[in-house]
């Protein structure tokens, strides 16, 4: 069984930062794009940040300049460093992947539980 575990959520004042982390574990063969999707209440969950196996990466125009995804293939992990937090950046962040398992098992969109992240004004 494969599976996404986030970590890292927490409360935090306007201006600060945190560090979400995702581990993938399980019989993983490859771990292709990887991402972080946040839901506010009340509304859609939406696309924070992605990278690809390359490290190529792609932003939400209200996170760029104050968010940082990076991943560390050799231990199935992505990051989400978070500065300048806004109370609009409040919500459940979500880990996502595409993963292929072994026997030929795949998961083209894998979710973690979520963690929260509250930001205070």
């Known amino acids: 069984q494969v599976q996404l575990v986030e970590s890292g959520g927490g409360l935090v004042q306007a201006g600060g930062s945190l560090r979400l982390s995702c581990a993938a574990s399980?019989?993983?063969?490859?771990?292709?794009?990887m991402g972080w999707y946040r839901q506010a209440p009340g509304k859609q969950r939406e696309l924070v940040a992605a990278?690809?196996?390359?490290?190529?990466?792609n932003y939400a125009d209200s996170v760029k300049g104050r968010f940082t995804i990076s991943r560390d293939n050799a231990k199935n992990m992505v990051y989400l460093q978070m500065n300048s937090l806004k109370p609009e950046d409040t919500a459940v962040y979500y880990c996502?992947?595409?993963?292929?398992?072994?026997?030929?098992?795949?998961?083209?969109?894998?979710w973690g539980q979520g963690t929260q992240v509250t930001v205070s004004s």
């Open positions: 990278i690809t196996s390359g490290g190529r990466t």
């Open positions: 996502n992947a595409a993963i292929s398992g072994y026997s030929g098992r795949s998961y083209s969109s894998l």
């Open positions: 399980g019989s993983i063969f490859s771990i292709n794009a």
